[in-house]
């Protein structure tokens, strides 16, 4: 069975994705991944692992000054299942990371391969870089839907960098080459992946 603190962010993640998102190619994206998300996969019920760039995490999900009501209740209900997560470092390329990526960035998966619901449909996870570092290029097959909670800059394929700001979103086709750089605040952005048609 799905734990409550898993079947409240969930509940928190579809709503805050659904009211900030633009795209229309992310609205299709989250329809089927939310819609998929119906059916729970298995528990892992692994215990809890942070790293030490999750010292950060604090004045990341710090909500005192956030006034929309659904991205309030996503940082909550986070915060209540962050416990159960095992944070890792990001496997795969590093091409172009910053200096001090490797001690400097924590991501957890909370649906999907090796999160705390497994399942290989649909991912859903959580990026954390610390001040001023920069997340390495990289790509994957699955489109990505990201939902920001901070100030940082994205990048896609040969476009500038943009800064989409908290409570911003940014729809990421397959395939597509994308990095992320914070400034002198960390980096916090949940995405979603709709991973289904690349099931091996």
Same mark, same amino acid.
């Given at each position: 069975?799905?734990?409550?603190?898993?079947?409240?962010?969930?509940?928190?993640?579809?709503?805050?994705?659904?009211?900030? #998102?633009?795209?229309?190619?992310?609205?299709?994206?989250?329809?089927?991944?939310?819609?998929?998300?119906?059916?729970?996969?298995?528990?892992?019920?692994?215990?809890?692992?942070?790293?030490?760039?999750?010292?950060?995490?604090?004045?990341?999900?710090?909500?005192?000054?956030?006034?929309?009501?659904?991205?309030?209740?996503?940082?909550?209900?986070?915060?209540?299942?962050?416990?159960?997560?095992?944070?890792?470092?990001?496997?795969?390329?590093?091409?172009?990371?910053?200096?001090?990526?490797?001690?400097?960035?924590?991501?957890?998966?909370?649906?999907?391969?090796?999160?705390?619901?497994?399942?290989?449909?649909?991912?859903?996870?959580?990026?954390?870089?610390?001040?001023?570092?920069?997340?390495?290029?990289?790509?994957?097959?699955?489109?990505?839907?990201?939902?920001?909670?901070?100030?940082? *800059?994205?990048? *896609?394929?040969?476009?500038?960098? #943009?800064?989409?700001? #908290?409570?911003?979103?940014?729809?990421?086709?397959?395939?597509?080459?994308? &990095?992320?750089?914070?400034?002198?605040?960390?980096?916090? &952005?949940?995405?979603?992946?709709?991973?289904?048609?690349?099931?091996?």
């Amino acid at each position: 069975m799905r734990s409550q603190t898993l079947t409240d962010f969930l509940a928190a993640a579809r709503a805050a994705f659904m009211s900030k #998102v633009v795209a229309p190619e992310a609205k299709v994206s989250l329809s089927h991944i939310f819609t998929a998300l119906e059916s729970p996969g298995i528990m892992s019920g692994a215990t809890g692992a942070r790293l030490p760039t999750c010292a950060h995490l604090a004045e990341a999900t710090d909500i005192k000054n956030l006034q929309d009501v659904s991205l309030r209740r996503l940082i909550e209900t986070f915060l209540a299942l962050e416990p159960d997560l095992q944070w890792g470092l990001r496997k795969g390329d590093w091409t172009n990371a910053g200096p001090g990526f490797a001690e400097s960035h924590a991501n957890a998966m909370i649906v999907g391969p090796g999160g705390a619901e497994r399942r290989s449909d649909v991912w859903i996870g959580v990026s954390l870089v610390a001040p001023n570092i920069r997340y390495p290029d990289h790509t994957h097959p699955p489109e990505e839907t990201y939902l920001v909670l901070s100030p940082g *800059q994205f990048m *896609q394929g040969a476009d500038n960098w #943009v800064e989409p700001g #908290v409570g911003g979103t940014l729809y990421n086709p397959p395939g597509i080459l994308h &990095a992320m750089l914070s400034g002198d605040a960390p980096l916090l &952005a949940f995405w979603a992946l709709w991973a289904e048609p690349y099931k091996a």
